[in-house]
């Protein structure tokens, strides 16, 4: 079993940076890759970002690429999403999630552990 929780959430205005952080308890965290997912009111859950167990391979959505960026610290059980130059489009629930599987999964079921969410609420 692994348990997350997110934090960093909030509202911030169009053009602005939010940090997102995730701990995790449980097992040996380096041995998951690890997803940020966000759902907006209305939409399917999306990936956002990934990080392969390995600590080589990451995944941004072309809605994100170049704004967003996913890192891990394994010596803290932390996988962290900095969040720059947002837009009121980037307003959803954002999850982070973790499975042991190799690679990286696109699609929610591929993750078998997930935390409660944080809201991210972006104005414009």
């Known amino acids: 079993q692994v348990q997350l929780a997110e934090s960093g959430g909030g509202l911030v205005q169009a053009g602005g940076s939010l940090r997102l952080s995730c701990a995790a308890s449980?097992?040996?965290?380096?041995?998951?890759?690890l997803g940020w997912f966000r759902q907006a009111s209305g939409k399917e859950r999306e990936l956002v970002a990934a990080h392969s167990r390995s600590n080589m391979n990451t995944y941004y959505a072309d809605s994100v690429k170049g704004r967003f960026s996913i890192s891990r610290d394994n010596a803290r059980n932390t996988v962290y999403l900095q969040m720059n130059s947002l837009k009121p489009e980037d307003t959803a629930v954002y999850y982070c999630?973790?499975?042991?599987?190799?690679?990286?999964?696109?699609?929610?079921?591929?993750?078998?552990?997930w935390g409660q969410g944080t809201q991210v609420t972006v104005s414009s």
């Open positions: 999630a973790a499975d042991r599987s190799p690679g990286i999964g696109i699609l929610p079921t591929r993750y078998r552990y």
């Open positions: 449980g097992r040996t965290f380096s041995d998951y890759a």
